[in-house]
């Protein structure tokens, strides 16, 4: 099944260490997004992506950075963890990146930091 | 700058009985209104959503919603609850400007009671 794919999907990780989560997807879609989803704050906006080879920040980009080589891959790096980033992080994409599209999400990656 | 508020983080229902979750927004431009669901330790996925014409909209499982301009509102409806309707919904509001602006409400619990 068509999808995006999102690695780990739970993860323990000590405070200052570096952690990579992965996402792809592949239904070719132009535009891909990353959120953080903390109870009570709902889904904020991390970075995004309208196209391979752009990024952008969103409204929670500190202590994150993104890359996009291609259409199909999107990772989301925290160079040296800190306990606030303990969150579940969602993966999403759209088909392009004007705002009447459908979100494609993917199953999430909880990330806990000690 | 727009932003989402959802009357009610948790709201319960009998079986059968009217599913109704409150959403207002605030926009200084025309928006472009959605409603997503998220089940247990799964991504959203779109219920529906309004971007221009007729203001009821209809989504899937029998949900509907309705743009109300003069109360700034997108409340989310369904007449008869079921108990797979129980998870959590997402009000979220962007615009047509292009800045990939979708701004997430902090999200409804819904529980049904057999």
């Known amino acids: ?114 | 700058a727009q932003s989402v508020t959802q009357l009610g983080s948790h709201v319960s229902v009998s079986e059968g009985a009217l599913v109704l979750l409150r959403c207002n927004y605030s926009s200084s431009v025309p928006p472009y209104l959605f409603w997503y669901v998220q089940y247990p330790n799964q991504g959203l996925q779109l219920l529906l959503k309004y971007t221009t014409g007729a203001t009821l909209v209809k989504g899937i499982n029998g949900f509907e919603a309705e743009f109300k301009k003069s109360e700034t509102s997108f409340h989310l409806t369904k007449p008869s609850a079921h108990m797979s309707d129980a998870a959590e919904y997402f009000c979220a509001v962007s615009d047509q400007t292009g800045a990939n602006n979708l701004f997430f409400g902090t999200g409804t619990r819904l529980t049904v009671i057999p």
């Not at chain 1, 889904?43 to 990024?55: C, D, E, M, V």
């Not at chain 1, 306990?83 to 990330?111: H, I, K, M």
Request: charged content about 15%; overall charge neutral.
């Open chain 1, 1 to 114: 099944i068509a999808g995006i794919t999102q690695a780990p999907t739970s993860q323990i990780l000590a405070a200052g260490r570096r952690m990579t989560l992965r996402c792809t997807q592949d239904m070719r879609h132009n535009a891909m997004y990353w959120y953080r989803q903390d109870l009570g704050l709902g889904l904020r906006l991390i970075h995004y992506s309208n196209t391979a080879g752009t990024t952008g920040k969103g409204e929670v980009p500190d202590g994150y950075s993104v890359s996009r080589a291609n259409t199909d891959d999107f990772p989301l790096t925290l160079a040296s963890a800190v306990p606030s980033q303990t969150s579940v992080y969602f993966c999403a994409s759209r088909a392009d990146w004007t705002n009447t599209g459908e979100l494609f999400f993917g199953e999430g990656s909880r990330l806990t930091v000690l």
